[in-house]
C-alpha cells in the first residue's frame, strides 16, 4: 500500500504521485485509457489529474475528451468512491468560453460533472490565473460550488507568489475557499519557477504542491538522449531539455538509477518528492511499465549522494 500526503488543509489524502489524465484521448486512446486507468487503481494510483481543456490543441477536438473517458470509465467500473478526481477551468472550449467569471466557472463546472458522470469534483482548479476577473468573484463562485457540494477543494495553477498570496489574502478577509494546492512547472530540468517565493509561500501557507510535467515531458525519463531521438507528440517540448545541462542531468540520473537498482524516471520523481513543499508531483503514462516508475518513484529513498549530484547537474 502506498503512503499518502496530504493535500493543503483540506483533509484530502492522496498518494505520493498523481497520474497525469492530460494523454487520454491524446496520445492514449479510449482502450488504452481504460488499460492505464484498471491498472493504476490496482497499484493505489487513485488520483487522477485532468482538465476540461484537454485535448482541445488536437485537430477535430473540441476539449473535454480526457474528461469523458474518466467519465465513462466510472461509470462502467462503479468505482468513483474510490478516486480522487482532479479537474480545471480556464481555458479556452469555444469562443468567448473561457476565463474564472462566477458566469464562466458555474457553467464549466457543469459541464464538466457531466463528462465525468459524477456529482462531485475532488479538487477543482483555476487552470491559470485571470488578472482581468476580481479575485474575490473567482474564490466567491468557488466557495459557492463547495457549500453546493459539487466541490470538495479548490487549487490553482500557474499562479506567481504575489497572485498567489492575494489570492490567499482574498479569501481570509472575506471568508471564502482557500485556494489547498498550486500546480505549478516543476522538474530537474526547470526548477526556476517554483523555487524561491512560490516555494516559501507554499511551505508556510500548507499548499499542497502538485507540479506538472514532473518528467519533463518524458525526457528524464532517458528515453531521448540525443535530438534526433525527439520524437513523436512531445518531440518538439524534449528537443528543448537536449543540451549540455538536459545531458548532464541524464547522467546524474543514471548514476543515481545504477546505484540504487532503479530507472531515470524514478530516481526525477523521488528528487521531486524531497523538495519542500510538494504533495504529489503529476506524471502521465500510456504503458502499463510506467505505472511501475510511477509506484516504485513513490518509496524510493535517494541518499545525500545522489541529491547533491542531482542538485549540482540541475542548477
Given at each position: 500500500m502506498l503512503p499518502s500526503r496530504r493535500l493543503g488543509r483540506s483533509g484530502i489524502?492522496?498518494?505520493?504521485?498523481?497520474?497525469?489524465?492530460?494523454?487520454?484521448?491524446?496520445?492514449?486512446d479510449t482502450a488504452t485509457s481504460f488499460r492505464v486507468l484498471d491498472a493504476a487503481l490496482e497499484?493505489?494510483?487513485?488520483?487522477?489529474?485532468?482538465?476540461?481543456?484537454?485535448?482541445?490543441?488536437?485537430?477535430?477536438?473540441?476539449?473535454?475528451?480526457?474528461?469523458?473517458?474518466?467519465?465513462?470509465?466510472?461509470?462502467?467500473?462503479?468505482?468513483?468512491?474510490?478516486?480522487?478526481i482532479a479537474t480545471k477551468v480556464g481555458l479556452m472550449m469555444r469562443p468567448g468560453q473561457e476565463g474564472l467569471t462566477r458566469a464562466r466557472i458555474f457553467e464549466a463546472v457543469n459541464e464538466s460533472l457531466i463528462r465525468l458522470q459524477t456529482d462531485y469534483i475532488d479538487l477543482y482548479q483555476a487552470h491559470r490565473d485571470r488578472p482581468e476577473t476580481p479575485l474575490a468573484e473567482t474564490l466567491g463562485a468557488f466557495d459557492d460550488l463547495i457549500k453546493a457540494g459539487k466541490v470538495r477543494a479548490?487549487?490553482?495553477?500557474?499562479?506567481?507568489?504575489?497572485?498567489?498570496?492575494?489570492?490567499?489574502?482574498?479569501?481570509k478577509k472575506n471568508g471564502l475557499a482557500r485556494f489547498e494546492?498550486?500546480?505549478?512547472?516543476?522538474?530537474?530540468?526547470?526548477?526556476?519557477?517554483?523555487e524561491g517565493a512560490l516555494q516559501d509561500l507554499c511551505?508556510?501557507?500548507?499548499?499542497?504542491?502538485?507540479?506538472?510535467?514532473?518528467?519533463?515531458?518524458?525526457?528524464?525519463s532517458g528515453k531521448y538522449r540525443k535530438p534526433e531521438d525527439a520524437q513523436g507528440a512531445r518531440g518538439g517540448t524534449v528537443k528543448a531539455y537536449c543540451n549540455p545541462k538536459g545531458f548532464g542531468v541524464l547522467a546524474a540520473l543514471d548514476r543515481a538509477a545504477a546505484r540504487f537498482s532503479a530507472t531515470p524516471a524514478q530516481v526525477a520523481l523521488a528528487w521531486?518528492?524531497?523538495?519542500?513543499?510538494?504533495?504529489?508531483?503529476?506524471?502521465?503514462?500510456?504503458?502499463?511499465?510506467?505505472?511501475?516508475?510511477?509506484?516504485?518513484?513513490?518509496?524510493?529513498?535517494?541518499?545525500?549522494?545522489?541529491?547533491?549530484?542531482?542538485?549540482?547537474?540541475?542548477?
Open positions: 489524502q492522496i498518494p505520493p504521485v498523481m497520474l497525469g489524465g492530460n494523454v487520454f484521448g491524446w496520445t492514449a497499484r493505489g494510483l487513485n488520483a487522477i489529474d485532468t482538465a476540461d481543456a484537454y485535448s482541445r490543441w488536437l485537430p477535430g477536438h473540441n476539449g473535454g475528451e480526457s474528461e469523458a473517458i474518466i467519465g465513462v470509465w466510472l461509470k462502467e467500473r462503479k468505482n468513483r468512491d474510490k478516486l480522487i479548490i487549487g490553482a495553477s500557474n499562479y506567481t507568489a504575489p497572485r498567489l498570496a492575494e489570492a490567499l489574502d482574498v479569501s494546492t498550486l500546480q505549478p512547472l516543476y522538474n530537474l530540468m526547470e526548477r526556476r519557477e517554483y511551505v508556510a501557507e500548507e499548499i499542497g504542491v502538485i507540479n506538472y510535467y514532473a518528467l519533463a515531458a518524458g525526457f528524464l521531486v518528492l524531497t523538495r519542500p513543499g510538494i504533495a504529489a508531483p503529476i506524471a502521465s503514462a500510456t504503458k502499463l511499465a510506467q505505472l511501475d516508475d510511477l509506484v516504485a518513484a513513490a518509496t524510493l529513498k535517494l541518499d545525500a549522494e545522489a541529491l547533491a549530484d542531482l542538485e549540482s547537474a540541475s542548477a
